[in-house]
Every structure is written in C-alpha cells, then in structure tokens.
C-alpha cells in the first residue's frame, strides 16, 4: 500500500501511440486494463461546479504503475470512469518508501 489514505481502486491502461503522415503523435488504442490497486483523487476540477465536468483532476496512484506516461489512461473500475494522464510526478518520501505515491494530473474521459 503505497498511496495514503487510499479511498478507491485504480487501474492503468497503457496508450498505444502511433504517428501519423505529418508527424503528429496520438493514442489511437489503449492495452488491457492491469491490476487494480488502491488510489484516491487528490484534487477535483472547481469549473462549473460539476462533479463529473471539465477541469484538471489530480489522482494519486500507486507507484507499482510506473512508468506512467502522458496519452494512459488511470480506470476506476467500479464505476467506468477514465482519466487520460497529462503529466506524472514521482513523489517519494525521504525516510519511508512505503508511503511513495505517482501524483497524476489528468483529464475525465468523456464518452
């Protein structure tokens, strides 16, 4: 258990990126979902007022799941809902590697 205070299960899909004729990179499919494990989010988006709305999400995952990458997407599998990573922060803590954690910033998924 490395994200404190763990209030949710996290899985991570990895981005298949491909290039297309002008050079420009995209996520055209993601891998299987892995396993599970404990996360919580951080911080939810203010915009609009909308629990489920546009905005910057911050998540913390468990640093099992790295290297994550912009482009992956972060699943709660109990609900459905996904967030595709903008950008990952190692944290890790000076004196216990327990308590180590990936601070995600990434963007709800809409279907």
């Given at each position: 258990m490395a994200v404190m205070l763990a209030t949710m299960r996290f899985a991570v899909q990895r981005a298949i990126?491909?290039?297309?004729?002008?050079?420009?990179?995209?996520?055209?499919?993601?891998?299987?979902?892995g396993m599970a494990r404990p996360g919580r989010i951080v911080e939810e988006p203010v915009e609009d007022g909308e629990?489920?709305?546009p905005g910057m999400w911050v998540l913390g995952v468990d640093p099992a799941d790295w290297p994550l990458r912009a482009r992956d997407l972060v699943v709660e599998p109990s609900t459905g809902r996904e967030w595709v990573v903008i950008t990952v922060k190692r944290r890790a803590h000076a004196v216990e590697a327990s308590v180590d954690w990936l601070r995600v910033e990434a963007t709800l998924r809409q279907a």
């Amino acid at each position: 258990m490395a994200v404190m205070l763990a209030t949710m299960r996290f899985a991570v899909q990895r981005a298949i990126v491909t290039v297309d004729a002008h050079g420009t990179r995209s996520a055209s499919n993601w891998t299987p979902a892995g396993m599970a494990r404990p996360g919580r989010i951080v911080e939810e988006p203010v915009e609009d007022g909308e629990r489920d709305g546009p905005g910057m999400w911050v998540l913390g995952v468990d640093p099992a799941d790295w290297p994550l990458r912009a482009r992956d997407l972060v699943v709660e599998p109990s609900t459905g809902r996904e967030w595709v990573v903008i950008t990952v922060k190692r944290r890790a803590h000076a004196v216990e590697a327990s308590v180590d954690w990936l601070r995600v910033e990434a963007t709800l998924r809409q279907a």
